[in-house]
């Protein structure tokens, strides 16, 4: 094999490992030294502390990690797991439990707790189970709840296998409680919010043809629209309100910024609507 094509096969390596990737592990691998070297003397290739090479347009918080000798976790690990997270926050990472401090930008929520999981020396983003635990002592009830039953919607971890961790109780608690059955994070706050209305609240009901987000009583059917809704998908969203509503259904649709940050208003809509009887049969 030819300098050339040994040069694009180290490369080809470190984009397969998220473009960060331990320098020992690319040697062990059988990528020399000297190729190493002259990728990074091209500036094709970045060193990071002698320990770490990444490409030069690397995700930097990944980059960040690897400097700082830290691991993405909580709801930074989350994101990047592919579970629904709530909006935008300072970065999050784990630091061994029992080193010595570490230096990471102004912000950064460093969290040293023992994780479930061991983590694998070169590791830059924690294991799901890791992740969860943080996540679950980190964050709200309501926000960690909505995250884990992301991760048991998509199978990223499966709940049997959760629950036999050594968890605390008030994990163990939540993880026991969650559905994987909500269909976005912001229906795990619908229910939990209106359950001193004592009334029967229906989630993912088959109505028209279609799912709905909730059914309230008999007719009464809210809709939460997340950031898709939009183009085609809102076009299909409007008319299936207009078939639910020619059948007698009342329907109310809301929005990501409406349950985040302006429940109270949605909030006093539905009990509008469940004062006029909107919810019941006529």
């Known amino acids: 094999m030819d300098a050339a094509a040994k040069r694009m096969r ?42 770490w090479i990444a490409l030069p347009d690397a995700d930097p918080l990944a980059v960040a990690a690897a400097r700082e000798g830290v691991v993405l976790s909580c709801v930074t690990a989350a994101r990047r797991h592919g579970l629904w997270v709530l909006g ?18 102004p912000g950064t929520v ?20 890791n ?15 909505a ?3 992301s991760a048991l919607r998509q199978h990223v971890v499966e709940r049997e296998a ?3 961790l050594p968890l605390t109780q008030a994990a163990r608690s939540l993880i026991t409680a969650a559905s994987p059955w909500s269909d976005s994070g912001l229906e795990t706050f619908f229910i939990p919010r209106l359950r001193w209305m ?28 997340g950031g898709h809704h939009v183009g085609a998908q809102r076009e299909a969203d409007i008319a299936h309100d207009a078939a639910l509503m020619l059948i007698g259904y009342c329907v109310i649709r809301i929005g990501y910024a409406q ?17 006029q009887g909107l919810h019941l049969a006529r």
């Open 10 to 51: 180290a490369l080809d390596a470190v984009r397969a490992a998220g473009g960060v990737a331990r320098a020992r592990e690319l040697v062990a691998a059988g990528h020399t030294q000297r190729t190493l070297r002259s990728l990074v003397e091209d500036g094709m290739l970045v060193r990071i502390r002698r320990v």
């Open 88 to 105: 935008d926050g300072p970065a999050h990472v784990a630091a061994p439990p029992h080193g010595a401090s570490v230096r990471v930008a």
């Open 110 to 129: 460093v969290h040293w707790a023992e994780p479930l999981i061991v983590r694998r020396p070169g590791t830059l983003v924690d294991e799901v189970e």
């Open 131 to 145: 992740t969860l635990a943080l996540v679950i002592a980190c964050r709200p009830e309501e926000e960690a709840r």
């Open 147 to 149: 995250i884990v039953e």
């Open 162 to 164: 959760l629950l036999r």
């Open 198 to 225: 004592r009334l029967q609240i229906t989630p993912q009901a088959w109505i028209a043809g279609h799912r709905v987000d909730f059914l309230i009583g008999e007719r009464l059917v809210v809709q939460i629209d």
């Open 259 to 275: 349950v985040v940050h302006g429940w109270p208003e949605v909030q006093g809509r539905i009990m509008r609507a469940v004062a």
